[in-house]
């Protein structure tokens, strides 16, 4: 490959573009500890923002996956969330779809070039985002209201759970009993989306919710054991085609280090509703701002007659926006820790006076 032509795969990194990678690293962490996603659905975007072509966008995000997932699920571990055997089962399944995931990707970037990658990457965000950020925002709003401590066992997953088809497993930390192949498709679905748009967590968490029955805690932090094996499967294969950028990965993994055990302190303070209710809120948000980067991408591909002017106002306020959803995201988790913690202190105040 051409030198020149390879070189516009990496952006310059002036002091702001570092600072802001940071603080998406540092907030990415915090929302992967807390929701157990990778936090790809706030880093991609946000880097791509800054102008990074899609590809590399993903993988550099899945090279800086796996050592931050390792962290949050050695944090959590500790604190007795983590079903490691269901982490591994369904991981199996997602190291398929990861190599497929890729393979699509490319195939697309030979077909359609850069800005069809984009395009894809988009389209795919805001689809999803809108798809499984509105079912789940509705169902952690729907689980508030009704004053649940405890979130019940979803229809469909209690459903799945009766169904004996050989062979059946039992998650004892999770515990859930559910036929090996219910697991597969969620497995398969997490490690194609993580490989192709380096999102995973979105689905594999309600996936593990929905689907298998998982609780919110449990499967928000065995996913973390699902993004480490996609991460570093990932990033062999994408490194392999050129598309990782070290000093991106450097950057938001040093932010995300910091965040991500910060947001696994915060499971424990706070009600599964919580996580949801999260999760939910920066998912919509995030599609939104996708949905306005999308013009420029059909611009450049012809098939949209567009001012372009009109497509740098959009580029701004989806990047606004997306600076909007960082924020919301930090201040809900932040605010719920220290909510959490100020009643608990409450509690022992009010215990100790009652034994003085």
């Given at each position: ?14 002091t702001a573009n570092v ?185 594999g968490v309600p996936g593990?919710i929905y689907v298998m ?144």
């Amino acid at each position: 490959m051409d030198v020149a032509l390879d070189s516009l795969k990496f952006i310059d990194l002036t002091t702001a573009n570092v600072i802001f990678l940071f603080i998406v690293g540092f907030i990415g962490g915090l929302v992967s500890g807390f929701i157990g996603s990778g936090g790809a659905f706030v880093l991609t975007p946000g880097m791509m923002s800054l102008g990074v072509p899609g590809t590399v966008a993903v993988a550099s995000n899945m090279c800086h996956k796996f050592p931050k997932a390792l962290v949050g699920a050695l944090k959590r571990f500790r604190y007795g969330q983590v079903d490691i055997k269901l982490g591994l089962v369904t991981a199996a399944s997602a190291g398929v779809g990861v190599q497929v995931g890729i393979k699509l990707q490319n195939m697309i970037l030979d077909a359609w070039g850069q800005a069809g990658s984009n395009l894809y990457v988009s389209v795919s965000f805001v689809a999803v985002l809108i798809t499984v950020g509105g079912y789940v925002f509705y169902d952690a709003v729907k689980s508030s209201r009704s004053g649940a401590v405890k979130d019940k066992t979803p229809a469909l997953a209690l459903k799945l759970q009766k169904i004996n088809l050989w062979p059946m497993i039992y998650f004892k930390t999770a515990n859930v009993r559910i036929s090996l192949w219910f697991t597969v498709p969620v497995g398969f679905a997490t490690g194609m989306l993580a490989a192709t748009i380096a999102v995973g967590g979105f689905i594999g968490v309600p996936g593990m919710i929905y689907v298998m029955g998982v609780g919110g805690l449990v499967a928000s932090a065995s996913e973390l054991v699902i993004a480490f094996a996609m991460g570093l499967a990932g990033t062999v294969n994408w490194a392999m085609h050129g598309m990782v950028d070290i000093r991106l990965t450097l950057i938001i993994l040093g932010g995300s280090l910091l965040g991500v055990q910060l947001g696994a302190i915060g499971t424990t303070l706070v009600r599964e509703v919580m996580i949801k209710i999260v999760m939910g809120s920066i998912m919509l948000i995030v599609a939104v701002s996708r949905a306005l980067a999308m013009p420029k991408y059909l611009a450049q591909l012809g098939l949209m007659d567009i001012d372009p002017s009109y497509v740098s106002i959009m580029d701004k306020t989806s990047f606004i926006i997306m600076c909007a959803a960082l924020l919301l995201g930090a201040v809900i988790i932040l605010g719920a820790m220290f909510k959490a913690r100020r009643a608990m202190a409450r509690q022992a105040a009010q215990e100790a006076y009652s034994q003085a």
